[in-house]
């Protein structure tokens, strides 16, 4: 079970980025998803999931309202809309997904991880 994050780099500020996830070795129905993010010197933080039904998303106060997590189940593929971007922004982006929980903010919850997409935003 892979984990293929994709679709990062270099944006100016106001500008918008799409990530994608896409997994293989299985399929995923029936899995929650969520991208974390990890800045420099920071630590790894919720960005946002969508539950394993597709019925719920939470987003991180930080991002809500400009970005947007959804999922094709037929393509095993989580993508990442992201409008408005601010430096504060930037980091590598990481996709995860999960059978164990319905859906979480914690990273503890999620068993597959992709391997981080670099998304630099310029001001």
């Known amino acids: 079970v892979q984990l293929q994050a994709s679709g990062g780099g270099l944006v100016q500020a106001g500008g918008s980025l799409r990530l994608s996830c896409a997994a293989s070795?299985?399929?995923?129905?029936?899995?929650?998803w969520a991208w974390f993010r990890q800045a420099p010197g920071k630590m790894r933080e919720f960005v946002t999931h969508?539950?394993?039904?597709?019925?719920?998303?939470n987003y991180a106060d930080s991002v809500k309202g400009r970005f947007t997590i959804s999922k094709d189940i037929a393509k095993n593929t989580v993508y990442l809309q992201m409008n408005s971007l601010n430096p504060e922004d930037t980091a590598v982006y990481y996709c995860?997904?999960?059978?164990?929980?319905?859906?979480?903010?914690?990273?503890?919850?999620?068993?597959?991880w992709g391997q981080g997409t670099l998304v630099t935003v310029s001001s």
């Open positions: 995860a997904s999960s059978l164990r929980t319905y859906y979480s903010s914690s990273p503890d919850r999620y068993d597959y």
């Open positions: 969508i539950s394993r039904d597709g019925g719920i998303t």
């Open positions: 070795g299985g399929t995923f129905r029936g899995y929650a």
